[in-house]
């Protein structure tokens, strides 16, 4: 289980990305975190993987993950898939997938199994394991990104905007694929823009605004809400 | 491709003193041979991990004057020295990249640069023990091995091409290893490498240390064929030397740092003949095979190796230059 009490981030001098955010997610579920740009969603993943400097308290499974390095928080079962499809272009699939297996490196058989589930949830990546990632279409790469993040085996997986960019019938695919990692046992934590499509697969959410939650609750309630269908889904 | 580059190298490199066995042409080649070896040093640091070490010469004087310092004044043998050379070279890559490796980009080079001032200073001044400006001379050749003697120009020039084989065998079992991968994971988004578990401080420092020790393997070498040592070799002169025949070879290549080496140093000598004006020609030249090589020779072999025989998808820019995609 996640839980995140009163986490505040601050850019410098300027008012904070994030003030006191209060947030859970339970083993088995899928969250999903709505907000438009510059809401905080970002900068909450970051402070998750432990790439940002940040106030309050974050408890993985009980234990404080708060003050961990990035690469810890890899070992504790909390993988990040960050916004953009960012991928290691010089590299191919099949090294860029083995890089997110890197905390478990050492379990060449695991990895190997890992590597095997990756292909089977995206069988496009099977194909092109051995081309170069930066010559991908925006959907492969994707899944490649989301396939990294997989390969280190995580219990929680934080995903940035999966289907940013990509075109309808990509979405669906990736969101299907959300949910059949979700099913399989894993976490999810969702950020996205498209609410309607989030709140699908989700079995929660919250809603961000200037860094601040302000609703959370069922995702069949969010989809009901009104001030979620006027802001993000447009009814 | 790849396999036969390197076979006709490989023959061509072992040919040479069978069939032109001059002493200056025999000297020259395994001089650039050394230089080349201290430019993987630099394709490590630079090339896979996308740090710009301009203190890089000043580790390959750290080797070379670690190993004539032992042999002239220790009495140690060549080998022992050697490789207390290198030892001394990565033990003090270790402490400099600790510090210097918290900054990134231009002020990780302008740190490197600082150090390395620091180092060729105290390499002229301490002259007790380093000579200063006269250096060092009469430093001894590695000891015969059986009937081989190193004070020969031929056995000389296959010790000197074995040693650089072993640096282009570590480069490329690095290159094609998880920590190769990790360096050029770093390289390409330091923060995504990062967030994907990789232990980034760690990782750097490692690829650190391997670049100072070929820099001190490259310096224990020069010191013991060339016989005597200045402090003008740990300047940012040398490292910038060093640089150029990087970038013209192929930065983050296989092959880039010895073609570039041998291309860049050939072209050096074929210009003594004009030697004040050797610059005037060697410049432009140097800017032509950056436009029409923008990704180094070894790049742009590799690029018109797709071209001919395109296989797969087409890759972008970026993988052009790609170590791996590389004609290497």
Not at chain 1, 62 to 91: N, S
Not at chain 1, 205 to 214: D, R
Not at chain 2, 253 to 265: K, N, Q
Not at chain 2, 295 to 323: D, M
Request: proline share 5%; net charge positive; charged share 15%.
């Amino acid at each position: 289980m996640l839980e995140v009490r009163g986490l505040r981030v601050r850019y410098g001098t300027s008012s904070p990305a994030l003030d006191g955010v209060d947030l859970t997610v339970a083993p088995g579920e899928c969250v999903t975190l709505l907000g438009a740009n510059g809401s905080g969603k970002s900068s909450l993943f970051s402070a998750l993987s432990g790439l940002l400097r940040f106030d309050g308290d974050v408890r993985f499974e009980g234990d404080d993950v708060g003050k961990l390095r990035p690469a810890a928080i890899v070992a504790r079962g909390i993988a990040q898939c960050p916004e953009g499809r960012k991928l290691f272009p010089e590299l191919s699939v099949e090294k860029n997938l083995r890089l997110g297996a890197y905390v478990g490196r050492r379990d060449r058989r695991g990895t190997d199994e890992a590597l095997e589930r990756v292909c089977t949830l995206f069988p496009d990546v099977r194909d092109k394991l051995r081309a170069p990632a930066g010559a991908l279409s925006g959907g492969q790469q994707q899944m490649v990104a989301i396939g990294r993040a997989l390969m280190a085996r995580p219990k929680l997986l934080l995903l940035d905007e999966p289907s940013l960019g990509l075109a309808p019938r990509m979405v669906q695919a990736m969101l299907d694929a959300v949910a059949a990692i979700n099913r399989a046992g894993t976490m999810v934590l969702l950020a996205e823009q498209n609410a309607y499509a989030a709140l699908s697969i989700a079995h929660r959410g919250y809603v961000l605004a200037n860094g601040k939650v302000v609703l959370e609750g069922s995702a069949s309630t969010l989809q009901q809400n009104e001030l979620v269908k006027k802001a993000f889904i447009g009814a | 491709m790849r396999r036969a580059f390197w076979i006709a190298a490989a023959l061509v490199a072992v040919g040479v003193p069978l069939l032109h066995p001059n002493s200056y042409v025999l000297d020259v080649i395994a001089k650039a041979y050394i230089t080349a070896i201290a430019v993987y040093g630099l394709n490590v640091i630079l090339g896979y991990t996308g740090l710009l070490n301009l203190g890089h010469a000043a580790f390959f004087a750290i080797g070379a004057y670690g190993v004539a310092l032992l042999e002239k004044n220790a009495g140690w043998p060549f080998w022992p020295a050697l490789l207390a050379g290198c030892l001394g070279s990565v033990v003090l890559g270790f402490f400099v990249g600790i510090i210097s490796l918290r900054t990134r980009g231009n002020y990780f080079a302008i740190f490197t640069a600082a150090i390395g001032v620091m180092i060729s200073i105290v390499l002229t001044n301490a002259d007790k023990i380093t000579g200063g400006n006269v250096g060092i001379v009469a430093i001894p050749p590695p000891p015969n091995i059986g009937p081989v003697s190193f004070a020969d120009d031929i056995p000389k020039y296959y010790l000197v091409l074995a040693i650089l084989v072993f640096a282009v065998a570590v480069c490329a079992l690095v290159r094609n290893s998880l920590v190769g991968r990790t360096f050029v994971a770093i390289a390409d988004n330091e923060d995504l490498a990062r967030a994907t578990g990789v232990d980034v401080p760690r990782t750097k420092l490692v690829a650190f240390m391997l670049s100072t020790f070929l820099a001190g393997l490259a310096g224990g070498v020069y010191a013991a064929y060339v016989g005597f040592l200045g402090p003008d070799q740990s300047g940012l002169d040398v490292t910038f030397q060093q640089l150029l025949f990087l970038v013209v070879g192929g930065i983050g290549t296989i092959s880039g740092p010895l073609l570039g080496t041998l291309l860049l140093e050939g072209v050096s000598q074929w210009l003594q003949g004009v030697q004040q004006y050797r610059f005037i020609i060697f410049g432009p030249l140097l800017v032509v095979l950056v436009i029409f090589f923008p990704h180094g020779i070894a790049g742009g072999l590799a690029r018109l190796q797709r071209r001919i025989a395109p296989r797969g998808p087409t890759p972008s820019a970026r993988t052009a230059n790609a170590p791996e995609a590389a004609a290497s």
